[in-house]
């Protein structure tokens, strides 16, 4: 990790700090059910994946914003217990599973990647009383400017179905503001937790690669939900 070898710019932001009006809006989500119509991709399926998963009768882990699942196989082989749903919006990033150099595939069949919406796939999953063992949240789109809060997860409507859905979270990014302004909106719904740099010999995702080859540090959130 200390040679610089990427050239990943650093994020940067007009904002400074935690967003002013940060408690207000967290706050807000918190006392207000998100009640926004399903669509129909997404409905279509997490009902299909609902079989699998019944089926299965596993733990259930969530790689939430996957990208292209490279994270997804590297945890679903972590935990070989398990079965683990890798999840993304983009087709076309999804698409490009297995990325190139991985070995990966037809050795493991404990995780699936699903093309969704993560603001209903998250409430579906919900309503369906599913209750994770742990929850993956690897560097998500920072949205870092100012006007952007409520589309960064914790300032969204539906942060509040990612603590019910429960489990052991992990969160990264290298934008710290990110990890700070998630563990604060943590911190609104009565959950504790922690913060440290994050570093391991290789790096699960495109990104984390990325970032490190650039000479960038991770700033990791863990939490039992």
């Not at 994946?49 to 292209?68: A, H, L, N, T, Y």
């Not at 409430?123 to 920072?142: C, D, F, G, I, K």
């Not at 391991?200 to 690669?209: L, Q």
Request: charge should be neutral; charged fraction near 25%; hydrophobic fraction near 35%.
């Amino acid at each position: 990790m200390n040679d610089i070898t990427g050239d990943s710019r650093i994020i940067t932001s007009n904002q400074q700090g935690l967003h002013e009006k940060l408690d207000e809006v967290v706050l807000k989500h918190l006392q207000h059910d998100f009640k926004k119509p399903y669509q129909a991709h997404t409905l279509s399926a997490f009902k299909e994946i609902e079989k699998w998963v019944e089926q299965q009768g596993k733990p259930i882990i969530f790689d939430s914003c996957c990208g292209v699942g490279e994270s997804t196989f590297h945890i679903a082989k972590s935990h070989p217990e398990a079965i683990v749903l890798g999840m993304d919006k983009s087709a076309d990033r999804l698409s490009k599973h297995p990325v190139d150099g991985e070995s990966v595939i037809n050795d493991l069949d404990n995780y699936r990647l699903l093309q969704v919406n993560l603001n209903d796939f998250w409430r579906l999953a919900v309503e369906a009383n599913w209750m994770l063992s742990h929850h993956y949240l690897l560097y998500p789109n920072p949205w870092p400017k100012s006007k952007h809060l409520q589309r960064r997860w914790h300032g969204s409507a539906v942060f509040p179905s990612i603590i019910k859905l429960g489990g052991k979270l992990d969160l990264r990014s290298n934008w710290f503001t990110y990890v700070e302004e998630f563990q604060r909106a943590l911190q609104l719904a009565n959950v504790e937790s922690k913060t440290e740099i994050y570093t391991a010999e290789n790096a699960i995702t495109p990104f984390e690669r990325k970032y490190w080859a650039s000479g960038q540090q991770s700033l990791r959130l863990t939490c039992d939900l």
